[in-house]
């Protein structure tokens, strides 16, 4: 367990839980969910001393359960948030097929694995309750406190968090950019996915792997659509909220809903990125069986204008194979060479008839 306590431009990190509330700034509480389950009275109390409240029960059953999607609810003395991230490899993580399944498909799709994250956002309290060896927590706890160092060493004017909406609205948006470097990885898969369904010298054979693509895009879309409704319903209630009793504190409010609006505009280009990447393997799918069409046309062609060349040969043939005792050139020297140069000569017309056509053309 971590706990920061964030007082303009101080932060300082300790390793007890407060009993009195910071006169001024706030704390953020980060746990771990094992650490959070093993000390929920500790954690309880702690709450009730320094916001007067403690969290109910099925808002801590919530913040346990490492399946839940991405949702938010509320109370008249604060708020809970449960953001899905990227998950880094660990235990718990919600893998995009079910348990003890050999995952395929490009090695990227094998990373859209996640994890929630909880948070309780009270007037001077952020519970966070991660995952444990949370990647995010660490590294946003290591830039908080460089940050911190770097403002009160060379008088930097950087701004630190202001409230615990504010933390949670950064940590989020720190999430959230996870899901924005992966479409980089994504969209240079599926142009390796297209490129070879589109390649007219390979013939394609995994088409279990691309179901596994279908399938984790299409699971990545929900868990986005579950981020951006539960961040709209957050930006939603920013709304209701109470006026203002000061400017600076109207301030602090803009800044929180342009912060708001700003991670949701990350999550739906997120959204949009998803679906059309979707779009992309649905028309590469069709593509690739117009062009497997086009080449069974190209091969059907080639065929009926080599049958149509060699019918009049055939039925030459079939003259002269019959068992008649008059026959045309039959008795004759020169017959046989007289038939075989207009057979030679029918072919040549017709080939040269068929090419004039592009009936034996091959389709670029």
């Known amino acids: 367990m971590r706990i920061f306590t964030i007082d303009g431009p101080q932060v300082a990190e300790t390793d ?22 093993a000390q929920q009275a500790q954690i309880q109390a702690t709450l009730q001393a320094l916001c007067g409240m403690q969290l109910v029960d099925l808002h801590i059953s919530d913040l346990l359960n490492p ?70 927590r660490d590294a946003f706890a290591a830039k908080l406190l460089q940050t ?27 999430m959230v950019d996870g899901y924005l470097d992966l479409r980089r990885e994504l969209t240079r898969q599926i142009d390796h996915w297209q490129a070879e369904l589109l390649n007219p010298r390979t013939r394609f054979h995994n088409w279990s792997t691309l179901l596994d693509v279908r399938l984790g895009l299409h699971r990545l879309d929900e868990i986005c659509e ?10 939603d209630a ?60 190209d091969i059907m062609r080639t065929l009926t204008a080599l049958t149509a060349i060699f019918l009049p040969l055939n039925l030459i043939a079939g003259i002269f194979g019959m068992n008649f005792e008059f026959i045309p050139l039959l008795h004759r020297q020169a017959g046989f060479w007289w038939a075989m140069g207009a057979m030679v000569l029918i072919a040549l017309a017709l080939g040269l008839l068929f090419w004039r056509k592009q009936y034996l053309a091959k389709t670029r």
């Open 226 to 235: 579950d981020q951006r409704a539960a961040l709209q319903d957050w930006t």
């Open 16 to 37: 007890l839980l407060p009993n009195t509330p910071p006169r001024s700034g706030f704390l953020w509480i980060a746990c771990a969910r094992r650490e959070f389950e």
């Open 148 to 174: 911190g160092a770097t403002e009160m060493r060379n008088g930097v004017a950087l701004r630190l968090p202001v409230s615990p909406a504010d933390l949670m609205l950064r940590i989020v948006n720190q």
């Open 238 to 297: 920013i709304e209701s909220w109470p006026p203002a009793v000061s400017p600076a504190a109207q301030r602090d409010r803009d800044l929180l809903a342009v912060r708001s609006r700003d991670v949701l505009e990350h999550i739906e280009r997120v959204v949009h990125h998803v679906r059309r990447l979707e779009q992309s393997a649905e028309t590469a799918v069709q593509m690739h069986f117009s062009a497997q069409g086009n080449r069974t046309n």
């Open 67 to 136: 399946q839940l999607p991405s949702h938010y609810d509320y109370t008249s003395q604060y708020d809970v948030l449960v953001f899905r991230r990227l998950a880094t490899g660990s235990a718990d993580a919600d893998p995009v097929q079910p348990p003890g399944t050999k995952q395929s498909g490009p090695p990227v799709l094998r990373r859209i694995n996640t994890n929630p994250v909880g948070f309780a956002v009270f007037d001077q309290v952020l519970l966070t309750v991660h995952p444990d060896d949370c990647a995010v």
